[in-house]
């Protein structure tokens, strides 16, 4: 999302938190449906050179183990919405395994998160915020842009911690098939 008012440009990966920040800095509703999840060379392609030199250009990242698992609560959650031809919930997510290995094979709809930020394989934007941290890297996108805005906790699924959810054989496909998120954001599952 792009913000003149503000001078910012806002990469949202899906279950990043990112609408939290929709209603808190550019003032949207975040309903079903709201989230522009454009890629830094999408935003790129959709600015003039000024802007996008000029915008102070963000994201959030999320451990990738993690992510999946909110991805796949959520789209329990929401499944109705997000695969309306669908009178049950589509095969790949009958289990968390079964999502997991549907990743090996590249049927699930969840983009790595690097994809959203690199252009020509370089990252693109100017700050990384990461999930873990929220409020205080939230504080520093505030000081950056000069304002002081709450951050609210929205749209989050319920689910354990996402520890809970993993086999070994589980962590190594998630470590193979996100391996680029996590060598970009340093991440790794804890033992």
């Known amino acids: 999302m792009i913000s003149h008012k503000h001078k910012c440009i806002f990469i949202h990966p899906n279950r990043n938190g990112g ?6 800095l550019f003032e949207t509703d975040p309903v079903f449906g709201s989230a522009d999840h454009s890629t830094i060379l999408q935003w790129k392609n959709k600015t003039t050179f000024d802007v996008f030199n000029s915008y102070f250009k963000f994201v959030f990242c999320r ?36 999502f997991v290995k549907s ?11 690097s994809h959203f930020i690199k252009i020509n394989g370089e990252v693109a934007v100017d ?3 990461r999930f873990e941290n929220y409020s205080k890297d939230w504080g520093v996108v505030c000081n950056y842009l ?9 749209n989050y699924s319920q689910h354990y911690s996402y520890t ?3 086999t070994p054989e589980l962590v190594d496909i998630v470590a193979k098939e996100f391996r680029e ?11």
Request: glycine share 2%.
């Open 103 to 113: 990743c090996k094979h590249n049927k699930t709809p969840t983009k790595s998160q």
């Open 164 to 166: 809970k959810y993993y």
């Open 146 to 154: 000069n304002i002081s805005l709450p951050l609210p906790h929205l």
């Open 19 to 24: 609408k939290s920040i929709e209603k808190t």
């Open 127 to 129: 700050y990384i915020g």
């Open 63 to 98: 451990n990738p183990w993690d992510r999946l698992v909110s991805i796949y609560h959520y789209t329990l959650e929401n499944w109705k919405d997000l695969y309306p031809n669908h009178k049950k919930i589509p095969i790949m997510f009958s289990s968390f395994e079964t």
């Open 181 to 191: 998120d996590i060598r970009t954001f340093l991440y790794e599952y804890p033992e």
